[in-house]
């Protein structure tokens, strides 16, 4: 047994200390980032919607492209429906956008490598995602898909440690999913005992990447858009989300609307209002696993929750939200540029760890 005992953060345990700042105004921060992979230029906001089916999906693409920002389309849609995504986006003159900011995802079965093989010339990116990034197979398949696909960007994950970041980038990867635990409708940490706190793990796996030519994606653990600027601060340089997306108008499924107690009225009877409501579950839980594989298998367990989220609106109230709290950061810390949140960023604990039961060089 070997125990690390150096503090491992979470985005609840750091806040950005405000530094001097020559911007006066939100509108002066450049929120869009260059990046080069295989001698091509492409520019966008990093922030990318989560392969879930219920964030992942191709309405979600169609509003997020408005706002040149990315998605990761999940891998459960037939082939008909990505033709039919395809087309939509050529009548529209649109099939260049749809190229640099929508991402196909498969897992590994050969039936997903298949069905991206049919579309894989329409788009830039692939992004290959399995819950446990730390399978040596997973590495040989990594290694497969890009002598498949040598012009291909891959996206590959999760992991959450610099040792298995350089791994994944050596063997073809140009951006690593980073998160393990971390969503909030995943229980990996709760069924697993598995994880590393999000802050701590961006730091690791940033460190290696980028000594190494790749990009990190932070997935998971963001709540607030403050989370999302300190991620960009911790050195990610893309940020997938699911749960602030969840629940908006262009998210899958319908709405529920449920009687909820409010008040008593002058006669003291209850009071019950109508609250609106979108499901949200993760894509190991036992909601998806019913939906896709036919049920749990008799050797796994649901690591994932299936919730009701409350009902956002549209899908724009949510990105303005996100968009100018980030804005609003980079003013507070004298960021120009989205790319120059780390280099201003000084962070400060505000957690504290007493009687650590492993430290045994108190008395």
């Not at 609840?12 to 992979?37: A, C, G, N, W, Y």
């Not at 012009?151 to 951006?175: H, Q, R, Y």
């Not at 790749?214 to 709540?223: F, L, N, Q, R």
Request: charged share 25%; proline share 3%; with cysteine.
């Amino acid at each position: 047994m070997i125990m690390e005992r150096d503090l491992k953060l979470d985005f609840k345990d750091i806040l950005f200390k405000p530094m001097r700042s020559t911007l006066s105004s939100r509108k002066q921060v450049e929120l869009t980032r260059k990046f080069v992979f295989n001698n091509k230029a492409y520019e966008f906001i990093p922030i990318v919607s989560s392969n879930m089916d219920t964030v992942g999906t191709f309405e979600m693409a169609n509003e997020l492209m408005k706002y040149n920002m990315l998605t990761c389309i999940h891998k459960h849609y037939p082939i008909d429906k990505w033709n039919e995504f395809i087309h939509y986006h050529k009548q529209n003159e649109t099939l260049e956008d749809m190229k640099r900011l929508v991402i196909p995802s498969i897992g590994i079965k050969e039936k997903e490598l298949e069905l991206y093989k049919q579309i894989q010339h329409e788009f830039d990116f692939l992004c290959v995602d399995v819950a446990n990034g730390y399978s040596s197979y997973f590495s040989d398949y990594i290694r497969k898909l890009k002598d498949m696909f040598p012009e291909k960007i891959i996206i590959a994950g999760n992991v959450v440690s610099g040792e298995m970041t350089s791994e994944l980038i050596l063997a073809g990867a140009s951006i690593v999913k980073v998160g393990i635990g971390g969503g909030s409708a995943c229980t990996t940490r709760l069924k697993t005992g598995v994880g590393i706190s999000q802050v701590s793990a961006i730091i690791d796996c940033a460190n290696v990447a980028h000594g190494l030519g790749g990009h990190i994606m932070s997935d998971g653990g963001c709540v607030y858009p403050g989370d999302i600027s300190k991620a960009f601060g911790c050195g990610a340089d893309f940020i997938m989300l699911g749960g602030m997306f969840a629940g908006v108008k262009e998210s899958s499924g319908e709405i529920i609307i449920e009687l909820h107690y409010s008040h008593h009225d002058e006669n003291m009877n209850p009071v019950y209002e109508p609250r609106q409501f979108k499901r949200f579950y993760g894509m190991s839980s036992k909601t998806a696993n019913d939906k896709y594989s036919g049920g749990l298998k008799e050797y796994r367990t649901s690591e994932g929750r299936d919730v009701k989220v409350p009902y956002k609106g549209e899908l724009k109230n949510v990105v303005q939200d996100i968009l100018g709290g980030v804005s609003s950061t980079m003013t507070y810390i004298g960021a120009r540029k989205l790319k120059d949140i780390p280099k201003c960023a000084t962070f400060v604990n505000v957690t504290q760890v007493v009687n650590n039961p492993y430290d045994n060089t108190t008395s």
